[in-house]
């Protein structure tokens, strides 16, 4: 079959696309025949070989972890799928298995090939909904989980201000139409050329990437880009009492930001206790939470993928379709 192939630690420029054999499921697993990936940071950071000695890597390796697809064959013990079925989801690469959640990891062989195999029972894989094209399906899995995961952490008010750093990425672009469904005021971090897209998610107010530029006194802050030893200024912005919301590495500690009058949060869902993939499609159909593409690309251009999302500004997903 064909995959996104890494063959050793570097840059994304020396991935290629090339023929590898095609995983077979061992019990309680599937297999998929990928209809379609999107591009996510674990993709080239752990290839990069800045986590070589936390999680290394085997290789050749075909990153990707989300994917929407038909289940192409069923190993022995698997009942909540058969062949046939439609879904989509989210699965990091096994290298990550002491990292992944603790009772029902969800693990492949890499979405960015015609086939990859996957566990069966987790939260992070459904069923797709016939109201979800598959397109939208493998932009939004991790996003989706990210979004909601960070809604439910916040505690977002209706009338409250909130500050979204990184708001024109996969996250941010899921991110805001949620907020704004609360009744929140969302203020978005962005470029010129992505104004017009943000505010039409539900931002209030867009403004530049400048932390001189940010508001003051916000009631929420959610770090969605920078370094997580990198938010002072991004704590400059919160009110007393409010909160500071960041996904990025390394976890964050409250000495960091030089406040300890903003209660700081670091969102990670491994185990899907803030909810799955279901609860995921179930937003996307009612329009609650939309996918936005920004590029599309083929299998043949997927390590080209790869490339732009780190050398390209990009706005929401990239998506590859197999």
């Known amino acids: 079959m064909k995959a996104v192939v890494v063959t050793g630690y570097g840059p994304p420029e020396e991935y290629t696309v090339a023929e590898v054999p095609v995983p077979r499921p061992g019990p309680g697993q599937i297999q998929v025949r990928i209809a379609a990936a ?118 977002v008010q209706a009338g409250e201000t909130v500050l979204v750093v990184g708001a024109t990425g996969g996250v941010g672009t899921a991110l805001v139409p949620l907020l704004a469904g609360t009744g929140a005021r969302v203020i978005a971090t962005s470029t010129d050329a992505d104004a017009d897209l943000l505010r039409t998610l539900g931002a209030e107010r867009t403004i530049g990437y400048a932390e001189s530029g940010y508001p003051a006194d916000v009631d929420v802050a959610v770090n969605l880009t920078l370094p997580s030893d990198q938010l002072v200024g991004v704590a400059r912005a919160v009110r007393p009492g409010g909160r500071l919301l960041t996904i990025t590495y390394p976890v964050p500690e409250q000495e960091w930001i030089g406040r300890d009058d903003v209660d700081l949060r670091f969102v990670l869902d491994m185990d899907g206790t803030l909810g799955g993939m279901r609860e995921v499609g179930e937003l996307a159909v009612r329009g609650a939470l939309p996918a936005t593409i920004g590029r599309r690309y083929t299998l043949d251009e997927g390590a080209q993928a790869c490339v732009d999302f780190v050398r390209r500004h990009t706005t929401g997903k990239l998506l590859v379709s197999i």
């Open 38 to 155: 999107s591009i996510n940071p674990a993709d080239v950071r752990l290839p990069s070989g800045d986590f070589r000695d936390v999680v290394p890597l085997e290789f050749p390796h075909v990153p990707g972890n989300d994917f929407a697809g038909t289940v192409s064959e069923v190993g022995a013990g698997v009942t909540a799928y058969q062949v046939g079925d439609e879904i989509f989801g989210q699965a990091v690469p096994r290298a990550l298995r002491a990292m992944a959640g603790a009772t029902r990891p969800s693990l492949s062989t890499g979405s960015l090939a015609e086939y990859a195999v996957f566990e069966a029972d987790t939260p992070f894989l459904a069923h797709r909904p016939a109201g979800l094209d598959v397109a939208q399906a493998a932009a939004l899995p991790t996003v989706g989980l990210t979004a909601r995961a960070l809604i439910t952490t916040g505690e």
